[in-house]
């Protein structure tokens, strides 16, 4: 059977993206017939950011970047800390950059065509991918599917859903306010309401930041109660002459959802409908960059995609972690304040980024409150 593509990417997102400008960059696929489908592409405008920590040496993303920090700030009840990123820094992408950048290495691949068409169905048929769009149907010997599937999330009852959302404000105020030197991590000093509740600034000069009111909780809240939130954490710094730049609104799963056993042979999901969002904090910019140049690798050698997931005991801290969050959402604030104030802020990192040792990962630990973990981790070993 000729098939009419050797891979489709449903959706073009940031890990459709990569992956399309990843498979352009590498001789190896210069032969291979893509297809990229998204009703919205390309994209021109900024729709969302991305934040990441890196060594400040790797050079990939120093002209995309928006800015970067070295310091973050920590704050919680009666506990603040500077805290030093070197020899790493906290940056900052904005999507229409990374849009750019990757629509230009894409738009150069004569073997890559665009259809503007929303993806209904994605059926592994055995020995090929199936595709059916709103206007047609296309195969191809391997599909990549970026679509997340809320409603599989929401339903699915051994592993409960947690959702990351945010609205954000690009504020510019009159007078000098912000100390561009320092960025804003997670501030737990406002209001909880029963939920895990921060905010994050991200300042570029003096003058200009962006404000974000960030919530882990079990629902997502009206699109009207994020503004009283943020203009009243503003009224509380002080800040109350300003004008709203642009602003961002979204949502992150976080969830211990076993997403690589929806794999199959022919058809892999990536990005968040892979599970390369994390689970526990929502970071998903460097997961996308490392999941797809190993994904790249793997298409290389393999032709199975029910072998492209590895193992990981990072998984199972998320699942604990995401079982207490879920239980007792309102244990957030105290938990990440613990983990601030009792460990080296390198290890926090390099925990959080699953680059950690076992020792350290165990230190961690050790300065949680340790009796919920217990009894959370009894409960997770009668599911798992």
Known sequence: MEFD???IICGGGASGLSLASRLSLDNFFSGKKILIIDPEYPKKINDRTWCFWED??????????????NNIIFKSDNFNKVISLKPLSYKMLKSVSYYNYTNNIISKNSNIKILNEKVLTILDKGNYGEVKTSLG???????????????LLKSNKKYPLLIQHFEGWFIKTEKDFFNPEEATFMDFSIEQNFNTRF?????FSKKEALVEYTLFSKHVLDKKEYEPFLINYLDSLGIKNYSIVSKELGKIPMTGFPFHKQNSKNIINIGSAGGWSKPSTGFTFKNIERKTKSLINFLKTNHDFTKFYKKSRF??????????LYQNNHLGKKLFTQMFKNNKSKWIFKFLDEKSNFLEELTIMANFSFGIFVKTVFKRLFKL
């Open 5 to 7: 593509y050797d891979y």
């Open 56 to 69: 400040n040496d790797n050079i990939i993303w120093k002209d995309l970047t928006f800015y970067n920090w």
């Open 137 to 151: 149907i296309y195969t191809s010997q391997k599909v990549f599917n970026s679509i997340l599937n809320w409603e």
């Open 199 to 203: 905010m994050y600034i991200l300042p």
């Open 315 to 324: 998984r199972y801290y998320d699942i604990i972690f995401l079982d207490v």
